[in-house]
């Protein structure tokens, strides 16, 4: 066997033994989090494809850490046709806590469910929709503001008018989301 064959095949065994030592765990990215209407449960939606994923996480005062990997496969089979869920029950409501993908550094923005059945009624959160529907309005007279029966439940549904150079007028809502609304989610 020539030195030039040999050297090709140490090469070989080499990439391979490295594409099934990394395949043996891989890091999965975290594309989003959503939250139960009580902050206990998160679901997460991952960039995987059917896999088996082993998720870690660890929590203390201030934050709620996550590391999602993906156990035994030799090539990530992600995207977005494709996505895995995984749950996670928290012993404590997130709260304020901040939510970080260990994989990417990240810091994630749980989205709440619109509003839980156990913690308040359709009526209390009505009413608060309407409080922040009045609240945008108020920031802008000009703005369409309503509030429409959605497939969870009622949505506030938001569209501002339209300035003479084409561009919409653009309020911060966050303020009005933060006074009524948030403090329903925690």
């Given amino acids: 066997?020539?030195?030039?064959?040999?050297?090709?095949?140490?090469?070989?065994?080499?990439?391979?033994?490295?594409?099934l030592l990394a395949g043996c765990s891989s890091p999965v990215t975290i594309q989003g989090v959503t939250a139960s209407g009580d902050g206990t449960v998160l679901t997460l939606s991952l960039s995987s494809c059917n896999a088996d994923l082993a998720v870690n996480y660890s929590e203390d005062e201030d934050a709620l850490m996550i590391l999602v990997q993906e156990r035994g496969s030799l090539v990530a089979l992600g995207g977005d046709d494709c996505n895995d869920l995984d749950t996670?029950?928290?012993g404590e409501p997130l709260g304020d806590r901040i939510v970080i993908d260990e994989q990417t550094g990240q810091q994630l923005v749980p989205v709440y469910e619109p509003w839980n059945q156990q913690r308040f009624s359709e009526a209390q959160y009505r009413a608060a929709l309407?409080?922040?529907a009045?609240?945008?309005r108020g920031e802008d007279p000009e703005a369409r503001v309503e509030i429409r029966d959605g497939d969870q439940g009622p949505e506030l549904d938001v569209e501002f008018r339209d300035l003479a150079d084409g561009e919409s007028s653009t309020v911060n809502v966050l303020p009005c989301y933060a006074e009524f609304l948030d403090p329903l989610r925690r």
Wanted: charged letters at 20%.
């Fill in 1 to 19: 066997m020539s030195i030039r064959r040999s050297v090709l095949r140490i090469a070989a065994i080499g990439v391979l033994s490295a594409l």
């Fill in 88 to 90: 996670i029950v928290l």
């Fill in 130 to 132: 309407e409080e922040t």
């Fill in 134 to 136: 009045a609240c945008i």
